[in-house]
Nanobody, 123 residues
Framework: QVQLVESGGGLVQAGDSLRLSCTVS????????MAWFRQAPGKEREFVAA???????ESSDSMKGRFAMSRDDTKNTVYLQMNSLKPEDTAVYYC?????????????????WGPGIPVTVSS
C-alpha cells in the first residue's frame, strides 16, 4: 500500500522560508507524478506545483517565483521550497500522487494523498 507523509510545516513569520517534504512509502517514487496542493480555512483546495515522473514541472502562476517543487527519487521524497512567505500562504499543505502521467493542476487527477501538514505564517 502506497502512503505519503508530509513533514516540515509549522509556524513562521512573514518573509521567512520553509521547506516541506513528502516521503513515499510502499512503492518507488520514480513511478509517480507528484504534486502539492493547499487548503486555507474556508477555501477550496488549490494547486501549488507538480513534477512528473520524467521531471517536467507545472506551477501555480500566483506562487511561481516564490515556491519551487523538486523530487529526489533516491530518497523517495519530493520537496516544496517556499520563500518570502506571506500570511495568505497559511494553509494545510497536501502532497498528492498519481501514476506515470503529465503533471495536472486538477486535484481529482490524483488518487493518493497525504494527511496534510499545517503551515502558519504570522504577520
Amino acid at each position: 500500500q502506497v502512503q505519503l507523509v508530509e513533514s516540515g510545516g509549522g509556524l513562521v513569520q512573514a518573509g521567512d522560508s520553509l521547506r516541506l517534504s513528502c516521503t513515499v512509502s510502499g512503492r518507488t517514487l520514480s513511478a509517480y507524478t507528484m504534486a502539492w496542493f493547499r487548503q486555507a480555512p474556508g477555501k477550496e483546495r488549490e494547486f501549488v506545483a507538480a513534477v512528473s515522473w520524467t521531471g517536467s514541472t507545472e506551477s501555480s502562476d500566483s506562487m511561481k517565483g516564490r515556491f519551487a517543487m523538486s523530487r529526489d527519487d533516491t530518497k523517495n521524497t519530493v520537496y516544496l521550497q517556499m520563500n518570502s512567505l506571506k500570511p495568505e500562504d497559511t494553509a494545510v499543505y497536501y502532497c498528492a500522487g498519481r501514476g506515470p502521467a503529465a503533471p495536472s493542476r486538477l486535484k481529482n487527477q490524483y488518487d493518493i494523498w497525504g494527511p496534510g501538514i499545517p503551515v502558519t505564517v504570522s504577520s
